[in-house]
C-alpha cells in the first residue's frame, strides 16, 4: 500500500476536497463499513470515505434486500463506524421510509445521521427528490444523491438490474443528475449503468461522482466491503472484485482455536 501524506489524510474529511479532487482529475475511493473494527481498519489502509449503506441488510443482517433496515439502526452503525474513522468521509444512507414522504420527514432523518457522525448524508432516487434535496441543502445537510440502479427499488424495478440500457432511460438519468445537482446535492452516486452512461454524466455535472458499476469514468469508485474482503460466502456482483478470501481465512483460525481446544492445547498451562 502507498503512503499516505499528511496533507491526504487531512484533506479527505471535507467535502471541499472531493470538490477540489474533481477539478483535478484525482480519484477517490469509498468503502462500505458497519462497525467500529472495520471503519478503523479502513481509515488505517488509507481509504477516503466510507458509507454506512443500508446494505448492512444483506450483509450483516441476511436479508434478502434493504427495505428492513430502520432509521434507527443507521443510526446505531453510523455512531460506531465515525468513532472507528474520524478522518475519513462519513457518508450515510437513509433507509427507506425514512424520508418519501416529503422533506420536513428526510431533514428529520438526516439531522439523526449528522448528530450520530455522518459528514453527508445520501438518499436515493432520481427527480422526484429533486425538492428534498433542495429543502436539506437550504438546512445545512450535505446530500449525495443516488441513481441508476436503487436498491430500495427494488421491488417495482424488479430485481437488482442493470439500469440506463435504453436511450431514453440514459437521457432521463442524466437530466436526473443534472437536477439534483443543481438543486444542491454535493455528490451523485450511479449503481449499475453503462460505463459510458457513467463518464458522460461526470462530465456533465459540477459536483463528484461515485460508481458502483457504472465504469471508470467516475471520480469515485466504491465498492461493498464484504465483497472486498470475500466474506460474503455467496453471490457478489459481477461489478465487484474480490480481494482476498476472507470466508477462507475466519473459518480457518476460528477451525484452529476449536481444535486447540479440544485437544488440550489451548489455553496452555501456567
Avoid at 438518499?123 to 422526484?128: P, R, S
Avoid at 441543502?137 to 440502479?149: D, F, N, T, W, Y
Wanted: a neutral charge; glycine letters at 12%; charged letters at 20%.
Amino acid at each position: 500500500m502507498a503512503m499516505e501524506t499528511a496533507d491526504r489524510k487531512a484533506d479527505r474529511k471535507s467535502i471541499g476536497s472531493w470538490e477540489r479532487a474533481k477539478r483535478n482529475g484525482e480519484r477517490r475511493a469509498l468503502i462500505t463499513a458497519y462497525d467500529y473494527p472495520f471503519a478503523k481498519l479502513a481509515e488505517a489502509a488509507g481509504i477516503d470515505g466510507i458509507l454506512i449503506g443500508d446494505s448492512l441488510g444483506m450483509t450483516v443482517q441476511g436479508e434478502r434486500d434493504t427495505l428492513r433496515v430502520t432509521l434507527e439502526q443507521m443510526v446505531y452503525h453510523t455512531g460506531m463506524v465515525a468513532r472507528g474513522a474520524p478522518a475519513c468521509l462519513i457518508m450515510a444512507d437513509l433507509p427507506f421510509g425514512s424520508f418519501e414522504a416529503g422533506p420536513a420527514q428526510a431533514f428529520a432523518s438526516a439531522a439523526q445521521l449528522l448528530k450520530a457522525g455522518a459528514d453527508i448524508v445520501k438518499l436515493e432516487g432520481g427527480a422526484a427528490m429533486v425538492e428534498t434535496v433542495g429543502f436539506l441543502s437550504a438546512r445545512a445537510v450535505p446530500v449525495c444523491a443516488h441513481i441508476g440502479l436503487t436498491p430500495q427499488h427494488v421491488r417495482q424495478l424488479g430485481g437488482f438490474r442493470k439500469q440506463g440500457k435504453t436511450e431514453d432511460a440514459a437521457a432521463r438519468m442524466i437530466e436526473d443528475a443534472a437536477a439534483l445537482a443543481e438543486a444542491g446535492a454535493r455528490m451523485v452516486l450511479m449503481e449499475a449503468i453503462p460505463a459510458g452512461l457513467g463518464a458522460e454524466i461526470t462530465r456533465r455535472v459540477r459536483v463528484p461522482t461515485i460508481g458502483i458499476g457504472a465504469g471508470n469514468g467516475t471520480d469515485a469508485q466504491i465498492l461493498v466491503m464484504h465483497d472486498v474482503l470475500g466474506l460474503t460466502g455467496g453471490y457478489v456482483p459481477g461489478f465487484a472484485k474480490v480481494y482476498a478470501d476472507g470466508a477462507r481465512m475466519v473459518r480457518e483460525a476460528i477451525g484452529a482455536y476449536a481444535e486447540e481446544v479440544r485437544t488440550g492445547i489451548f489455553p496452555p498451562a501456567e
